[in-house]
DNA sequence: GACGCTTACGTTCGTCGTAACTATT
DNA sequence: AATAGTTACGACGAACGTAAGCGTC
């Protein structure tokens, strides 16, 4: 068994079972990967692949399980190549971050500024997604860390840790009968057309929650999954909006006002979520440090073998 | 990189740094080891081991680092390897128990016995050892399965599972006081010079507990590591035996009287704990099964990829 | 001086790529 | 007919083992 014939049997599976386009990703001929592919089967003794006469159909039952081994030998294989660049003070490198809207434009910045400067041979990557969908992209190495506020503590694959505490305001044009109550409350929100966060984004299940406690349905006229929309169609009159606190600046948004909610809404924490004993370079610490001051290196790699470990904020 | 690198590397971590005897062990020549070893280390661009000359010294503070992960690498390829030999329905193979000498002499046996007449082809091997050697044994890899009742469930780099709930007793020599009593109480037992079980073995905590709770500190004038000692001791009237119930066999003791202390005592759980991530042949299941027959493939299967999961029996 | 690791070198085996062949759509 | 995968074959390269060299203990 060799490591380059897992390669090419992840890569195949990865290119729908297309041989050829594998070999083509792969820089290397196809025949040389269908070899390697069928004296790794002959090897373990499996058929991984089911061939309708010469063509790759699907993969077989047993294949599946091998497939999911081969994957995490190679993710280990290359957990090493990273702990040798690390090692070796190469400073070169890249750190892929996927995450919402929301995180992306109000929460990051401050830590991506200071990285690329502190970093600049390290290119950064950020890629955007729902919550489900960065977590997705970190299960599949895709991305080095995720973060987000909803889903990612849920998601067994992955080690999270929190980061963040925030809560949710209400946003309204200037002059907006609500700002002359004296104390907010959600019978009182829950009168005028909402404006807020998709499901699963953002903290939108704790919006949820708190007017189910209540009995209240409140009528949500749209729903967007970033806050630059929401804030736009408040700002035109369709109604009020819920947002995170932080995608609020008085001095950019002089055409809307921001009531705090923090007393009407459980508080929400963002997230971070990295792959399970994933090899982490000394810029990942240092970001996620950047980002979470509370995070040490310690912190994070205590959790990281734990595994089940968590604590709250 | 390559595995037998990753392989040659290990061997010589394990024979304490000597390239000569993991050479040996690995059935190639010593050169061939060396010369894999500096190319290992040229790729990573790191050193791993520290030279004094020619001789290796010790491992170099990222050599660690790098020595776990490729073990968790060649884990990883065991595995694939194991997962072959299932799928290709091969019947030999092994099961490794490791396990502490009150499970191995009375909880294990009936599912042992069932085992070899399933599969003869297997070959079954019981390593003994106390509750933290048999821990070690397989993170090590050295064994499949744990079965024990203390510390596996405190270890975080295995994945356990309750099988039995079990208590203890009180065994005494026929008319002793004790069997006067119509309620058995820790108080009574307390006045006796008692015999029980060494410290980290079959329970021992919650004795300790139950008695500390009470205030009590009865008189512990002999420890064991195994229910026979106890008993023969007891037998001789060195004083009474705290034991588990399980190791009482009115049949075979009958110099001696068990006296059920479940109402004294709390409950202990054996467990059985598996590597993390760890691929276990079909058989392996089976016997864990027939071991506790509530824990079926599928909830192995769950907890082995959950991590955190964990239930109460 | 004995042991242990490295360097040097020749053989062998394995891998890769090209080309021809065969099956599937 | 075109696309996709396997078989065949020759060239290159890498790993292995033997033998010699050099440092420690």
């Not at 004296?182 to 057309?193: C, K, Q, V, W």
């Given at each position: 068994?060799?490591?380059?014939?897992?390669?090419?049997?992840?890569?195949?599976?990865?290119?729908?079972?297309n041989?050829?386009?594998?070999?083509?990703?792969?820089?290397?001929?196809?025949?040389?990967?269908?070899?390697?592919i069928r004296?790794?089967?002959?090897?373990?003794?499996v058929?991984?692949?089911v061939?309708?006469?010469?063509?790759?159909?699907?993969?077989?039952e047993?294949g599946?399980?091998?497939?999911?081994?081969?994957?995490r030998?190679l993710?280990?294989?290359?957990?090493?190549?990273?702990?040798g660049?690390?090692?070796?003070?190469?400073?070169?490198?890249s750190?892929?971050?996927?995450?919402t809207?929301?995180?992306?434009?109000?929460?990051?910045?401050?830590?991506?500024?200071?990285?690329?400067?502190?970093?600049p041979?390290?290119?950064?990557?950020?890629?955007?997604?729902?919550?489900?969908?960065?977590?997705?992209?970190?299960?599949?190495?895709?991305?080095?860390v995720?973060?987000?506020?909803?889903?990612?503590?849920?998601?067994?694959?992955?080690?999270?840790?929190?980061c963040?505490?925030?809560?949710?305001?209400?946003?309204?044009?200037?002059r907006?009968?609500?700002?002359?109550?004296?104390?907010l409350?959600?019978?009182?929100?829950?009168?005028?057309?909402i404006?807020t966060?998709?499901?699963?984004?953002?903290?939108?299940?704790?919006i949820?929650?708190?007017?189910?406690?209540?009995?209240l349905?409140?009528?949500?006229?749209?729903?967007?999954?970033?806050?630059?929309?929401i804030?736009?169609y408040?700002?035109?009159?369709?109604?009020i909006?819920?947002?995170?606190?932080m995608?609020?600046?008085?001095?950019?948004?002089?055409?809307?006002?921001?009531?705090?909610?923090?007393?009407?809404?459980?508080?929400?924490?963002?997230?971070?979520?990295?792959?399970?004993?994933?090899?982490?370079?000394?810029?990942?610490?240092?970001?996620?440090?950047?980002?979470?001051?509370?995070?040490?290196?310690?912190?994070v790699d205590?959790?990281?073998?734990?595994g089940?470990?968590?604590?709250?904020?």
């Amino acid at each position: 068994m060799k490591l380059q014939q897992l390669r090419y049997l992840c890569e195949v599976a990865r290119q729908g079972l297309n041989v050829s386009a594998a070999a083509e990703r792969l820089h290397t001929s196809q025949p040389g990967v269908s070899k390697q592919i069928r004296q790794l089967e002959e090897e373990l003794g499996v058929d991984i692949f089911v061939r309708n006469g010469k063509r790759v159909a699907e993969v077989t039952e047993p294949g599946k399980a091998i497939l999911a081994i081969a994957e995490r030998v190679l993710r280990e294989a290359e957990n090493l190549r990273q702990a040798g660049k690390d090692f070796s003070n190469e400073t070169s490198g890249s750190l892929v971050i996927a995450t919402t809207h929301t995180q992306a434009r109000y929460a990051l910045p401050g830590a991506v500024k200071a990285f690329v400067q502190r970093y600049p041979g390290v290119s950064l990557v950020l890629h955007q997604g729902n919550p489900s969908q960065v977590a997705q992209m970190v299960i599949a190495g895709e991305a080095d860390v995720a973060i987000a506020t909803e889903t990612l503590a849920e998601v067994k694959e992955l080690v999270s840790l929190p980061c963040h505490a925030w809560h949710h305001g209400v946003i309204v044009r200037p002059r907006h009968p609500l700002l002359k109550e004296h104390a907010l409350s959600l019978e009182a929100i829950a009168r005028y057309p909402i404006v807020t966060y998709d499901t699963a984004f953002a903290g939108r299940s704790r919006i949820n929650r708190a007017f189910e406690r209540k009995g209240l349905s409140p009528r949500v006229v749209l729903t967007a999954i970033d806050s630059d929309v929401i804030k736009t169609y408040v700002e035109l009159g369709l109604g009020i909006g819920i947002v995170a606190c932080m995608a609020f600046d008085p001095r950019r948004d002089r055409g809307l006002r921001m009531l705090d909610a923090g007393h009407l809404f459980e508080t929400s924490t963002t997230r971070i979520g990295l792959r399970h004993g994933a090899f982490l370079r000394r810029y990942v610490y240092d970001f996620i440090q950047s980002f979470a001051p509370q995070l040490t290196r310690d912190m994070v790699d205590a959790a990281m073998r734990g595994g089940g470990i968590d604590f709250e904020m």
